[in-house]
């Protein structure tokens, strides 16, 4: 596939990757001081139509072959000319357990072909319930895209929750990270006035409890979109927010922003022609 590429002030670089039916798909490289990150698309658009994220908002068009998703990691490495293979991430476009098959297939090439480590590699999902213990076989490391501590929430914010409680998706992860040594990732975007109080803050302490594990809990600053009603919390929520999981013995983290100046920081991907 051909691309188009932008650079970030942070190093972030955006790829545009132009399929061969004419849809552009984007891909991001992350610098790093240990080890550098890539942001792979698995689809093209999204179906989920989340409320926060601009790449739903573009709809779903397809999934992206075996061949797509291996093609955007070999491009950015060999562009970047790196002597390291960096981690993956399959955070970009689309939902990777909607698209598991194909998504398997590049993983299981990437390992075999470049040697690249499954733990080298995070599938991220809403919670697509159905498709948890494909996961848990392929080996790989696993995201939880919460973003809401209950299901009243989560269903105003991520039309997907409709279709599949908080007990029944945490049951479903039992299977791929519920054990007390390897660490279950919670993503958690913070948008003002929405899921930032001290009582979100409760909940979700109250949640996690209900389902011990050893969690990482990545706390994301939310990025503004100019069509989306939706604002970032402040730097103090954020930092209270934090303190609060702290405190109840979770590992919390803020995540870095990065690329937010081209669009390519989380939830600002998006389908174009």
């Known amino acids: 596939?051909?691309?188009?590429k932008r650079k970030s002030i942070?190093?972030?670089?955006k790829y545009g990757f132009r399929t061969p039916d004419n849809n552009l798909i984007e891909a991001v490289f992350i610098p790093q001081k240990r080890t550098?990150?890539?942001?792979?698309?698995s689809q093209v658009g999204c179906a989920l139509k989340c409320k926060f994220c601009v790449t739903g908002y573009a709809g779903f068009t397809r999934n992206l072959s075996k061949e797509e998703i291996i093609e955007q990691y070999l491009a950015i490495i060999t562009d970047q000319q790196l002597k390291e293979l960096p981690n993956i991430v399959f955070m970009g476009m689309g939902e990777p357990l909607l698209n598991f098959e194909h998504v398997k297939?590049?993983?299981?090439?990437?390992?075999?072909?470049?040697h690249l480590s499954k733990r080298k590699i995070t599938l991220s999902t809403v919670g697509i319930v159905d498709k948890m213990s494909d996961t848990a076989k392929l080996g790989v490391q696993f995201a939880l895209s919460l973003h809401a501590p209950s299901d009243a929430l989560r269903r105003k914010i991520m039309p997907i929750a409709e279709k599949c409680s908080l007990k029944e998706i945490f049951e479903a992860c039992k299977e791929i990270v519920f054990n007390k040594n390897k660490p279950?990732?919670?993503?958690?975007?913070?948008?003002?006035g929405i899921n930032d109080k001290e009582e979100d803050a409760?909940?979700?302490i109250a949640l996690l409890r209900q389902h011990p594990c050893c969690y990482v809990i990545n706390l994301i600053p939310y990025n503004e979109h100019s069509?989306?009603?939706f604002k970032r919390s402040s730097d103090e929520r954020l930092n209270h927010f934090k303190q609060q999981l702290i405190k109840a013995g979770f590992k919390t983290f803020i995540r870095e922003t990065r690329g937010q100046d081209i669009a390519a920081a989380c939830g600002m991907l998006r389908q174009r022609k």
Not at 1 to 4: A, I, P, Q, T, V
Not at 36 to 41: A, F, Q
Not at 184 to 192: A, E, G
């Open 36 to 41: 550098n990150v890539i942001c792979l698309s």
């Open 184 to 192: 279950f990732m919670i993503q958690y975007v913070m948008i003002d």
């Open 202 to 204: 409760e909940q979700l």
């Open 105 to 114: 297939e590049a993983v299981e090439y990437l390992h075999d072909a470049l």
């Open 1 to 4: 596939m051909d691309f188009l």
């Open 227 to 229: 069509f989306i009603d």
């Open 10 to 13: 942070d190093g972030t670089v």
